[in-house]
């Protein structure tokens, strides 16, 4: 070959280096300008008010913003499990459900936001009609309890340490969310264990509190409710662009909700349908604290993990910091 086909040979070599580099960085350029389709399992509690409230037009649509296509799926079930199963993207799991078996939750699915019931500002109560013969805690011993599904787990643990105090015997009765309102004039329960919106919006019914702050007196404190996790796998792998955006949004929604909890509040008044004075129910509602990834509160998490182990759950094999992800686990590269 002369010198100058040689050359002609080059530079065809380098044109067609330069187009394939041009489509490679247009092909990106494009992924990046299209919307992030994102599966999000949600229900009525304050566990998946950040993903509402992400895509409401609050002072910033934050879903907008990070180009966020929100799918909502209702949970159903064990969300651990669904998430696990691929049914959602991202999802809200109890701590509890992580910790139960750690090392094989930790592997699979991780945190990067988190809410937490905080100490001294009880979410929880056992609640009474207005009408009943029962007046101290020990009274509901063989009495009915009623308890939404998505709290069984909290009732087991309560039930459990309440026993040592010889309140046995208890009735369990499961209820749905919708069932709550009128549970007592349908005589279906003698007393219930709530968290908030439900807490307060019973109490703004004119039902008196038994017991408030279950979970701080026979559990720890400041309780690690619930986890905000995606799979390790669908944030490193399966779809980091989506994972990226999801992760931004949220945590600029869990930062607005931390200074704006009347946000959440008036959000689940409306998401249930109550027909309410605003203002006086929602002096009775209390909000959670909720973490972004750099605040969640591992000590916390750790205390609730040794009082399981204490209770002969779960195992102290893994240390909660294997739960969260790392800030460079979202780097846009």
């Given at each position: 070959m002369s010198i100058k086909g040689k050359e002609r040979f080059l530079n065809v070599l380098?044109?067609?280096?330069?187009?394939?580099?041009?489509?490679?960085?247009?092909?990106?350029?494009?992924?990046?300008?299209?919307?992030?389709?994102?599966?999000?399992?949600?229900?009525?509690?304050?566990?998946?008010?950040?993903?509402?409230?992400?895509?409401?037009?609050?002072?910033?649509n934050y879903f907008a913003l990070e180009k966020v296509e929100a799918e909502f799926i209702e949970i159903i079930g064990d969300p651990l499990q669904g998430i696990k199963e691929g049914l959602y993207d991202v999802v809200a799991v109890p701590w509890y459900s992580l910790l139960v078996s750690p090392s094989i939750n930790g592997d699979t699915v991780k945190a990067f936001g988190g809410i937490e019931l905080k100490s001294g500002r009880n979410l929880d109560a056992l609640i009474v009609p207005a009408e009943t013969k029962i007046r101290r805690y020990s009274d509901i011993k063989k009495k009915r309890l009623g308890y939404i599904s998505d709290t069984e787990y909290l009732v087991n643990l309560l039930l459990q340490k309440m026993a040592d105090d010889g309140i046995t015997d208890v009735q369990r009765v499961v209820l749905q969310p919708e069932e709550v309102v009128t549970a007592f004039e349908e005589d279906k329960v003698d007393v219930m264990f709530l968290l908030d919106p439900?807490?307060?919006?019973?109490?703004?019914?004119?039902?008196?509190?038994l017991f408030e702050g279950l979970i701080s007196y026979y559990l720890v404190p400041s309780f690690p409710y619930t986890a905000i996790v995606m799979r390790k796998e669908y944030a490193k792998k399966e779809d980091r662009l989506a994972a990226v955006r999801v992760k931004n949004a949220v945590e600029a929604t869990l930062?607005?909700?931390?200074?704006?909890?009347?946000?959440?509040?008036?959000?689940?008044?409306?998401?249930?349908?109550?027909?309410?004075?605003?203002?006086?129910?929602?002096?009775?509602?209390?909000?959670?604290?909720?973490?972004?990834?750099?605040?969640?509160?591992?000590?916390?998490?750790?205390?609730?993990?040794?009082?399981?182990?204490r209770m002969g759950i779960g195992t102290c094999g893994i240390r909660p910091t294997e739960f969260l992800f790392e800030k460079i686990d979202f780097l846009k590269k």
């Open positions: 380098i044109l067609i280096g330069v187009i394939g580099l041009l489509f490679i960085v247009g092909r990106e350029q494009y992924k990046q300008s299209l919307p992030s389709h994102v599966r999000i399992g949600v229900d009525k509690s304050y566990s998946s008010i950040p993903f509402y409230v992400a895509l409401e037009d609050t002072s910033r439900y807490r307060g919006y019973m109490i703004y019914m004119g039902n008196p509190v930062n607005y909700l931390s200074r704006n909890p009347e946000v959440a509040k008036k959000l689940l008044i409306d998401m249930h349908g109550w027909a309410v004075e605003g203002a006086v129910v929602s002096a009775q509602i209390r909000t959670p604290e909720f973490y972004r990834l750099a605040e969640i509160n591992v000590k916390n998490i750790e205390m609730y993990q040794t009082e399981l182990v």
